[in-house]
């Protein structure tokens, strides 16, 4: 029987940093994608939609790119594939005023508040969002 080596592994030197520059989130129809966020976020819906398929969000922090991904499926009749488990997370201070804010603009929900700490929200392409305190 082998033995589990009990000394913490190396750390190897990488030239890949530890940070995350921004998250893509597959759309199909960009321009209506770009106000949903837009409103979700509380931003002007002016952001620059480049090369026809991309549109970077104003965020604080971490970014997130509006993306219909012509060279990963966005091309197909269905669009890119979406996302089905949330992939990032979008912070509030105010968790019930969000939840109330959502339902008020029609957004859809896919969890209740759960453990007084995050709730799920669908886009309009059913990519799964996850809204959580801070």
């Keep these: 029987m082998r033995e589990l080596n009990q000394e913490k592994p190396e750390v190897v030197k990488s030239p890949i940093k530890n940070k995350v520059g921004s998250y893509f989130v597959p759309v199909r129809d960009i ?3 770009r106000d949903w966020y837009c409103r979700l976020l509380g931003l002007k819906a002016d952001c620059e939609i480049m090369n026809g398929h991309l549109c970077p969000l104003p965020m604080e922090g971490t970014g997130i790119i509006l993306d219909t991904m012509p060279g990963w499926g966005g ?24 939840y109330e804010f959502v ?4 957004v859809t929900l ?9 709730f799920v929200i669908k886009d309009p ?3 799964l969002l996850m809204v959580c305190r801070e």
């Design 31 to 33: 321009e209506k994608s």
């Design 75 to 98: 091309k197909e009749p269905e669009g890119a594939p979406n996302i089905k488990t949330p992939a990032f997370m979008l912070l509030t201070s105010d968790l019930q005023a969000s």
């Design 103 to 106: 339902k008020e603009n029609n």
């Design 110 to 118: 896919v969890t209740g508040i759960e453990h007084d700490h995050w």
């Design 125 to 127: 392409d059913e990519n």
